[in-house]
T-cell receptor
Framework: AQTVTQSQPEMSVQEAETVTLSCTYD???????LFWYKQPPSRQMILVIR??????QNATENRFSVNFQKAAKSFSLKISDSQLGDTAMYFC????????????????FGKGTKLTVNP | GAVVSQHPSWVICKSGTSVKIECRSL??????MFWYRQFPKQSLMLMAT?????????EQGVEKDKFLINHASLTLSTLTVTSAHPEDSSFYIC???????????FGPGTRLTVL
């Protein structure tokens, strides 16, 4: 079974600064996806960034980037130029890749990191 | 694109009654839908996975007779909490995935309060 560990229950950062959220996972699978989701106070889950394990290049989405270390099973999220709207719970998640494209496997979530951006 | 809705957004019911929550994919066909439960300040806990036209697969520890899941069409899945009790009060979230996409799209969630 896969497990996802987020070791930082809470973090805070000053507006415009950079913060890194940690995530490690454990799996025996070789083909999988990793995700970071954001859950603001509205509780709507929002996909922040996605990484395919077979890709060596780290994914980036505007101010969000990941440091994917496959051998170490580490998948950290870096938020640059933090904004007040980044205040939210952040969940790291793992998904096994299906051999076919028929749908989606289940997501395994970490416990989350509560990020507060201070003005 | 890839919008998922849930109805109702919140519901209050009396202990012993049943409550139905709908999850709809508005602009795509969902081959698989997932139901999660989330307690305050905690992570999402997967309850069950449902594929259109077949029985749902429940996670260990989830009572299938209490949480009835129906995925009757490619755009609609329902979760019925039967004989609800206060301990069933929680935030329920659904997600949906579509063919050729290894990604889940989440609904906005339903807050259930059982008095």
């Amino acid at each position: 079974a896969q497990t996802v560990t987020q070791s930082q229950p809470e973090m805070s950062v000053q507006e415009a600064e950079t913060v890194t959220l940690s995530c490690t996972y454990d799996t025996s699978e070789s083909n999988y996806y990793l995700f970071w989701y954001k859950q603001p106070p509205s509780r709507q889950m929002i996909l922040v960034i996605r990484q395919e394990a077979y890709k060596q290049q780290n994914a980036t989405e505007n101010r969000f980037s990941v440091n994917f270390q496959k051998a170490a099973k580490s998948f950290s999220l870096k938020i640059s130029d933090s904004q007040l709207g980044d205040t939210a719970m952040y969940f790291c998640a793992f998904m096994k890749r299906l051999p076919t494209q028929g749908g989606s496997e289940k997501l395994v979530f970490g416990k989350g990191t509560k990020l507060t951006v201070n003005p | 694109g890839a919008v998922v809705s849930q109805h109702p957004s919140w519901v209050i019911c009396k202990s012993g009654t049943s409550v139905k929550i709908e999850c709809r994919s508005l602009d795509f066909q969902a081959t698989t839908m997932f139901w999660y439960r989330q307690f305050p300040k905690q992570s999402l806990m997967l309850m069950a996975t449902s594929n259109e036209g077949s029985k749902a697969t429940y996670e260990q520890g989830v009572e299938k007779d209490k949480f009835l899941i129906n995925h009757a069409s490619l755009t609609l899945s329902t979760l019925t909490v039967t004989s609800a009790h206060p301990e069933d009060s929680s935030f329920y979230i659904c997600s949906a995935s579509r063919v050729f996409h290894n990604e889940q799209f989440f609904g906005p969630g339903t807050r259930l309060t059982v008095l």
